[in-house]
């Protein structure tokens, strides 16, 4: 299927690791214009400087001030679509964790999102279209141990979501929710490394016995997820608004 992407411009959070990087890359390999952003300059500038259609903002799009540096970048111009995208909390029990946990959760994994949502989606509107996939976790439908942050705050921005595509459903613009389960990726080695430190039990073994669980047999790769996170991006997907979609290798055993 032809995405027909090219010459549309998107942003992308979290542009060197992981999910994020993995949908750069695949929608500049589409001929799109990408608005690349993630903390590290020097890991940017190796994955994009060579790439004619990357535009890089180093920052931390929980931030403010990356937020604004976002909107003066793209101008005038029209966006097609966000990835939002950035890491999440840290790996803890409800009660190994203090309320300033949950405060700083609720900076890292909602307030910001509610800001670029804000910031941008007025002007999709006014043009009649946009595509926006936030990335989250297949936390919001079956909870992961050891998470209970993540459990938590990522179920107020399905929250978010889901009210916001219904209030501006016939506007051209969709917003919808991608829950990565397990995948090959940085990210998933915290889980890993705080189960080791619970049991007592090697690392490898952990990561293993975590694998053997997963009904597919495998932990997902960050180029599965960018395919369907691609599609979901671009007009194809129309009448698709307002949902949660888990790509997790059959973990979640709910049948909604």
Request: glycine share 10%; no cysteine.
């Amino acid at each position: 299927m032809n995405l027909e992407l090219n010459s549309q411009l998107f942003i992308v959070g979290g542009a060197t690791s992981g999910f994020g990087k993995a949908v750069a890359h695949a929608l500049l390999n589409e001929g799109a214009a990408v608005i690349v952003v993630a903390r590290g300059k020097e890991k940017l500038e190796q994955q994009y400087a060579h790439q004619p259609l990357a535009e890089i903002v180093e920052g931390d799009l929980t931030q403010h001030s990356t937020i604004e540096a976002l909107k003066a970048i793209v101008g005038k111009r029209q966006l097609h679509g966000m990835l939002v995208n950035a890491g999440g909390p840290p790996a803890k029990m409800v009660l190994e964790t203090v309320l300033e946990d949950w405060d700083d959760a609720y900076h890292k994994i909602l307030r910001w999102k509610v800001e670029l949502t804000q910031a941008f989606v007025p002007a999709m509107i006014k043009a009649g279209y946009g595509r926006l996939v936030f990335v989250e976790s297949s936390s919001v439908k079956q909870p992961i141990e050891n998470l209970v942050l993540s459990n938590s705050l990522r179920l107020a921005v399905v929250g978010m979501v889901k009210t916001l595509s219904q209030e501006i459903a016939r506007s051209g613009v969709t917003l919808n929710i991608l829950g990565p389960g397990s995948h090959n990726t940085p990210a998933i080695d915290r889980l890993y490394v705080k189960k080791s430190e619970q049991t007592g039990l090697p690392f490898d073994e952990i990561k293993q016995a975590a694998i053997n669980q997963i009904p597919v047999g495998a932990l997902g790769e960050a180029d599965d997820f960018a395919s369907l996170a691609l599609w979901l991006l671009s007009k194809h997907s129309r009448y698709v608004t307002g949902q949660t979609i888990t790509v997790d290798g059959g973990m979640v055993k709910g049948t909604l």
